[in-house]
């Protein structure tokens, strides 16, 4: 499992265990997204002791052992030079649906997006994907993943929220093929009509697997914990600048047993993450044809299901300030 550094005592998840509604600008909102091997805390920290991969850091400015940053520029402010960087713009679920109680069975997947929506449009969110630099033309390319802090007309000037939270990692250009990152059988083929996990174009990339933390999407729910997750997008145009990430796709499994953890609420009503996936607690639409969006683990030492989380996206580029 690859391994990589973050500052050191860095708390990279918390979890509110009350079901009450919570204020706009609470704990999701203020975590930097992180994308790493394993996290410390709760659910989190007995996943990563039962694994026997817990990270350690040497230093505040060094690498886990046997781990390097990919990197190049300005080793005093650690910011590669000439990079290119994109705010998610458009950020949505499309598998699994979610399903909720509400004198009836509904189907309360535009609720869930509607309200990523509304916090995106506002600037509540801006997560920031930098390339280093954003060139199809090259095989590999250096990339971070950040919550950023934006400002200005269309949020089209961005910084690092905290520079000291970052996600390095490598993107893999491919130009002659798409860039599918669907994992066999756990895609519902009964929500095409709403929408479907993103396979992107060429000119694309995929990025390497590994743990993801999403920032909190709806402030009235907590962070999101994606694990063997890996990100695709298509690059819009073949040639340099780009000014934008199109047909974009976070995809990660969430086990039942962080799903049931995953607690807020949704529109002033409860809400768990395990409680509205069919085939989990969610509820049965139509009991003459249930629906199932659990998934196998994709760990093979884990016998435990959970769900495979597809998340859409589009990408604007942004002017980036140091």
């Given at each position: 499992?690859?391994?990589?550094?973050?500052?050191?005592?860095?708390?990279?998840?918390?979890?509110?265990?009350?079901?009450?509604?919570?204020?706009?600008?609470?704990?999701?909102?203020?975590?930097?997204?992180?994308?790493?091997?394993?996290?410390?805390?709760?659910?989190?920290?007995?996943?990563?002791?039962?694994?026997?991969?817990?990270?350690?850091?040497?230093?505040?400015?060094?690498?886990?052992?046997?781990?390097?940053?990919?990197?190049?520029?300005?080793?005093?402010?650690?910011?590669?030079?000439?990079?290119?960087?994109?705010?998610?713009?458009?950020?949505?679920?499309?598998?699994?649906?979610?399903?909720?109680?509400?004198?009836?069975?509904?189907?309360?997947?535009?609720?869930?997006?509607?309200?990523?929506?509304?916090?995106?449009?506002?600037?509540?969110i801006h997560v920031?994907?930098?390339?280093?630099?954003?060139?199809?033309?090259?095989?590999?390319?250096?990339?971070?993943?950040?919550?950023?802090?934006?400002?200005?007309?269309?949020?089209?000037?961005?910084?690092?929220?905290?520079?000291?939270?970052?996600?390095?990692?490598?993107?893999?250009?491919?130009?002659?093929?798409?860039?599918?990152?669907?994992?066999?059988?756990?895609?519902?083929?009964?929500?095409?009509?709403?929408?479907?996990p993103n396979i992107?174009?060429?000119?694309?990339?995929?990025?390497?697997?590994?743990?993801?933390?999403?920032?909190?999407?709806?402030?009235?729910?907590?962070?999101?914990?994606?694990?063997?997750?890996?990100?695709?997008?298509?690059?819009?145009?073949?040639?340099?600048?780009?000014?934008?990430?199109?047909?974009?796709?976070?995809?990660?499994?969430?086990?039942?047993?962080?799903?049931?953890?995953?607690?807020?609420?949704?529109?002033?009503?409860?809400?768990?993450?395990?409680?509205?996936?069919?085939?989990?607690?969610?509820?049965?639409?139509?009991?003459?044809?249930?629906?199932?969006?659990?998934?196998?683990?994709?760990?093979?030492?884990?016998?435990?299901?959970?769900?495979?989380?597809?998340?859409n996206f589009v990408?604007?580029?942004?002017?980036?300030?140091?």
């Open positions: 499992m690859k391994r990589w550094w973050v500052r050191p005592g860095a708390r990279v998840v918390t979890r509110e265990r009350s079901l009450g509604r919570r204020a706009r600008g609470g704990h999701g909102v203020a975590l930097a997204l992180l994308f790493a091997g394993c996290y410390r805390g709760d659910f989190l920290d007995q996943a990563c002791d039962r694994k026997g991969t817990c990270l350690t850091s040497t230093s505040e400015t060094g690498t886990s052992t046997g781990e390097t940053e990919a990197s190049t520029g300005d080793a005093s402010t650690g910011e590669p030079a000439g990079v290119d960087v994109y705010r998610m713009t458009q950020i949505e679920v499309v598998d699994p649906h979610f399903f909720y109680e509400l004198g009836e069975c509904l189907d309360a997947s535009d609720v869930f997006n509607n309200a990523i929506a509304n916090e995106v449009a506002a600037g509540t920031l994907l930098i390339l280093d630099p954003a060139d199809p033309s090259l095989a590999q390319v250096p990339m971070r993943i950040a919550e950023g802090a934006c400002v200005g007309a269309g949020f089209a000037s961005c910084s690092y929220k905290d520079p000291t939270l970052y996600v390095p990692t490598i993107a893999t250009n491919v130009t002659a093929s798409t860039c599918d990152v669907q994992i066999p059988g756990t895609v519902n083929p009964i929500y095409a009509e709403d929408g479907t992107a174009g060429p000119p694309c990339f995929t990025t390497q697997r590994g743990a993801v933390v999403l920032p909190s999407l709806v402030p009235t729910l907590p962070p999101i914990v994606l694990y063997d997750a890996q990100l695709a997008a298509a690059y819009a145009s073949p040639e340099r600048p780009i000014d934008g990430l199109v047909t974009g796709v976070l995809t990660g499994f969430v086990p039942e047993s962080y799903a049931l953890q995953f607690m807020g609420d949704l529109e002033g009503l409860p809400f768990t993450l395990w409680e509205a996936i069919a085939g989990g607690g969610g509820c049965i639409k139509d009991p003459d044809a249930p629906i199932d969006d659990t998934d196998p683990n994709p760990d093979p030492g884990s016998r435990e299901r959970g769900v495979q989380v597809y998340i990408a604007e580029r942004v002017e980036w300030i140091e």
